[in-house]
């Protein structure tokens, strides 16, 4: 007598193996095969929704007097460095369990991600030595620069959810340098953070099912 789990597997083979019973089916075994090769770039959103979340709140604190200055700058610098290597992990991982072109996509996708947000703060260093007044553009930069990731991204992977949430991004951006100070950076954290790791938890869960 066969071992029970062999018996199973046998069972299992032979009903992966038999043909689509109705298209239906048919329609069912082609999304999964599509979603297993989708990159979990949800993450990226948790990632950077975590990170707009401590740089928002830690300016926003600044501007009341709650903090100083520089202890903002040391939080939003921990974030940036956090934000990049977490991009950078992922999208080196992003190759295990993919196949195909989404394969070279994912990891391209991840790797832009930390590269464009040093640019960021790369450019708002210069322009303040350049005098001008930096405390408005990082937060709509921030903003402006993942709207366009997210809007790429996702016309990429044919996501409009997701498109359409980096062209919401793209539009808070625009408007983040009209919100009088402190409170753009809260819009930073709360809608614009709040937005990242709504849509990535949301993503996941609909992956999973």
């Known amino acids: 007598m066969a071992p029970e789990g062999t018996v199973q597997d046998r069972t299992r083979t032979d009903v992966d193996d038999q043909p689509p019973r109705s298209p239906a089916d048919a329609l069912a075994i082609i999304e999964r095969e599509q979603a297993r090769q989708v990159p979990p770039y949800w993450l990226f959103y948790l990632i950077w929704g975590a990170a707009w979340a401590v740089i ?29 290597v977490g991009s950078g992990v992922v999208g080196a991982r ?41 405390g408005y553009a990082m937060p709509a930069l921030f903003v402006f620069v993942t709207g366009g990731l997210f809007a790429v991204g996702a016309a990429v992977w044919r ?51």
């Open 56 to 84: 928002g709140l830690s300016w926003f604190a600044s501007g009341t007097g709650a903090v100083t200055a520089i202890t903002a700058g040391v939080l939003t610098g921990l974030a940036i460095v956090g934000g990049s």
């Open 94 to 134: 992003m190759g295990r369990g993919v196949t195909g072109p989404s394969r070279l996509h994912g990891a391209l996708y991840g790797w832009v991600w930390p590269v464009a947000m040093v640019g960021v703060v790369a450019l708002v260093i210069g322009l303040g030595r350049l005098g001008a007044p930096v």
């Open 159 to 209: 996501n409009v959810p997701d498109y359409a949430l980096g062209l919401g991004l793209l539009v808070l951006g625009a408007a983040l340098p009209f919100v009088p100070a402190p409170w753009h950076a809260l819009v930073l954290a709360v809608v614009g953070g709040g937005a990242l790791v709504a849509t990535g938890l949301w993503t996941r869960a609909r992956a999973a099912r």
